[in-house]
């Protein structure tokens, strides 16, 4: 579930223990020079200086993981790996496990794990002469998270000179999850087997059963799935009551049938841990006043579907740990797919909108691709985009969507963007609610 691309202290105190230089994994590139350990939070870190160092630094934020941190490799530094090849320094975040010594929905301290191998690469190496945040998926929204919080110093200058979210839930975790919500109570009215009628019953907002109940696998949530909707048979192959629950969950939520399974293994075992794990036990969201629509029946979907109201101060922490404020002070480029099934495109539309009304959208160019995964960028598309950003904060002038292409395409291509795509806004996804 982790995608491919996919406590902050003082720089004193790092200087006294700034972590011991190792060898650097393979792939880094030879005469590198690298420093990795494990911090006082256990969150573990990866640090590369090239031989040709450029003078500039990339952080990268990996996305959601619900595995235990551990040791980073070349490929934990995300596309940033491929800028050490172009003389930028990369290092990246593990991020700090969770109370169950597990990764999960880690936004608000995955920023500060960022921020602390940023202090740790300036009291090794010095002040980069421009520093650059990247991340995808959950990443992009850790990366919004460390250009609001972290982005400027107490002196006033920038902390981070750009930064690049890609394929980020940047209406928020609070919004996005009432859609993980949505699909989790809709496929149990329809499906009935997660839980089954005579196994311990939940709260759906818990995601999955509490302990001490026997937990459950990836697996067998998985074939639940195909049992009730034949997902993982050929359409003809499905019974007509399997043919047709798939085609009421799949209407009311919206979503692509190729991600159903997807975004269950989240709307389950991501909310649990959040929920469970971080919010102990309260409930973040709600469906209180909304009306499904999209159904073979929605007057019966409506009157039978699980119903929860949120709590305020799991509400709170939400907004606190996972929203984003607008407060963006640098160069931003944002990269969404289209058809992007698990972070839906209209989170960028949410995005715009939260800097607009910040009156920080002067420091926003937003990119899209025609790609239906999540996010499905290639190396091109990737550089394209970051290039437009290095050469913003160098000029001080934001690229259009056509100069990011034509950056793309000086890098070989290929490209798929569409220039001329702007999406809806995001509740015409995820039906709107009071918190």
Known sequence: MKTTFGTVVTILAYAASAGAQTSCPPGIPSGSTCYADQDETGAYYLIAQPPDYNGQLVLWNHGYSLSSPAPLGAGDLGPAYLLLFQGFAAAASSYRPDALGLGGWAVADAAAD???VRHRFVSIF???????????SEGGLVTAKVAEVYGVGPDGTLNYDGSMPMCGPLAGGRRNWYGGFDLRVVYQYYCQNLPRPEEPQYPLYLGLAPPPNPPI?????IARINECTGILVPP???????AQNLANILGVTKIPESFLITDMLFATFALQELVLVRIGGLSPVTNLGVT???SSDDEALNKGVFRAGSNPTAVDYMASAYDPTGNVPMP?????TKGDGLVIVENERAYLETLQAAGTDGNLVQTYTNANGHCEFGPSEFGGAFFSLVNWVHTGTPPTPEQVVANCEDLGGPCNFDTDFSPQPFETRILPRNP
Do not use: D, F
């Open 292 to 294: 499904y629509t999209g």
């Open 126 to 136: 010095g002040s980069p002469s421009k520093t650059y945040v990247v991340g995808a």
């Open 114 to 116: 960022t921020e602390s």
């Open 236 to 242: 003809e192959q499905r019974t007509e009551t399997q």
């Open 217 to 221: 696998t990836q697996e067998e949530v």
């Open 332 to 336: 931003t480029i944002t990269i969404h």
